[in-house]
């Protein structure tokens, strides 16, 4: 028997998807019901089920190629609604029937395109052509009219109830950082304690990394899309062209993270010595990106996180100064490096104002190394 606890956190879980999923709910229900209004009193047709169907497709809870998938949409239904017609009026109604006309309408959706949703729709629409209409019944027409009403409503209540474009790139490059943070502090942890497991486990989970890199970029593209939809969001185009700046500046910290990570794997494995302040420096980068993800709220200021960063630039700095790093300790401290330089371009500095920023210029620091 579960928990009180374990019933909270559920709660408190469903809760949270609920406030996230609120809006696209909003949006498929009002875009199903004026779907049907518009396709039953408006334009006529009786029982227009494919229009809210369409609405709610078109729409969907993720973004990223809404016209594209209105299309398939369409050419789904007319195509099911084709070759349902055209057999259920010869051969009528039964399961042999239903068989042969789903197979038949899938095969010429995938050799006229492929795509999933056109394949899907297509095979959906024989099934309630064979089942719901009767055969030589007139609608073939009617229903391709009510799928494209259903796919115009949901780009138009797209535009007219917008989602956030910005909470759910927010949300994953969030994640993203997290992530590289934890892959650093969990390096630094195996080399104060010079073990080389700790060291492979990190580097996996570094490793596992790519989808969010890859979740982070389709949560832009779905973001670009809301704004080029609704007028009244295209302002916030610049915020997300700064998380696209963001997202490759992370993308290619995660990547250096893993070069880190391998070479701390590969001295541990064969003992090479280690200076203690290394895995200190490693950590401060950590501390570094967890501000940076911090300032990442809706009135962020990114720029408060490039004083941490710095920090750890000098403190490298410091350290080869005064130990002569072996091999593998230097890839290190050139991979830390390179991950401040990402750090410093995402929160808006320039590679070159990122490289003078490292070098001390303007600051009364000398040449850096």
């Known amino acids: 028997m579960p928990s009180a606890i374990g019933v909270r956190r559920r709660l408190v879980a469903g809760t949270r998807r609920l406030q996230v999923s609120a809006l696209p709910i909003a949006q498929c229900a009002v875009a199903a019901g004026v779907a049907w209004f518009v396709a039953n009193d408006v334009v006529g047709h009786v029982a227009p089920f494919f229009a809210p169907i369409a609405a709610v497709i078109s729409l969907g809870v993720s973004l990223g190629s809404r016209l594209r998938r209105v299309a398939e949409l369409v050419v789904g239904v007319s195509l099911g609604v084709l070759v349902g017609d055209l057999l259920i009026s010869v051969i009528g109604s039964g399961a042999w029937q239903i068989t042969l006309v789903v197979a038949l309408a899938m095969a010429v959706a995938v050799f006229t395109d492929g795509a999933t949703l056109l394949v899907a729709q297509a095979g959906a629409s024989a099934v309630l052509v064979a089942t719901l209409l009767p055969p030589g019944g007139a609608g073939g027409f009617d229903r391709c009219i009510d799928a494209l009403v259903g796919g115009t409503v949901g780009l138009l209540v797209a535009a007219v109830l917008p989602a956030d474009p910005v909470g759910p790139v927010r949300r994953q490059a969030r994640a993203l950082l997290d992530e590289l943070a934890a892959v650093l502090v969990r390096t630094a942890e195996a080399m ?99 501000i940076l993800t911090a300032q990442l709220g809706r ?71």
């Not at 993308?251 to 090479?272: G, H, I, K, P, S």
């Open 299 to 369: 009135d962020g200021n990114r720029e408060l996180a490039r004083e941490p960063v710095l920090d750890v630039v000098r403190h490298a700095r410091a350290l080869a100064r005064t130990v002569t790093p072996g091999p593998s300790e230097a890839v290190i401290v050139a991979q830390a490096r390179s991950i401040a330089l990402d750090l410093l371009q995402a929160t808006g500095m320039s590679r070159s104002e990122a490289l003078a920023a490292m070098r001390g210029e303007g600051n009364g620091e000398g040449n850096g190394g």
């Open 192 to 290: 104060r304690k010079r073990d080389p497991a700790a060291a492979s486990a990190a580097l996996a989970r570094a490793r596992a990394s790519q989808p969010l890199i890859d979740e982070l970029r389709g949560a832009l593209r779905g973001g670009h899309e809301v704004t080029r939809f609704s007028p009244l969001l295209r302002p916030r185009r610049r915020e997300l062209a700064r998380f696209a700046e963001l997202a490759e500046r992370a993308d290619y910290a995660m990547r250096n993270a893993r070069v880190l990570v391998r070479r701390t794997y590969t001295a541990l494995c064969d003992d090479e010595p280690a200076a203690s302040q290394l895995a200190d420096v490693l950590s401060e980068l950590a501390g570094a990106v967890r």
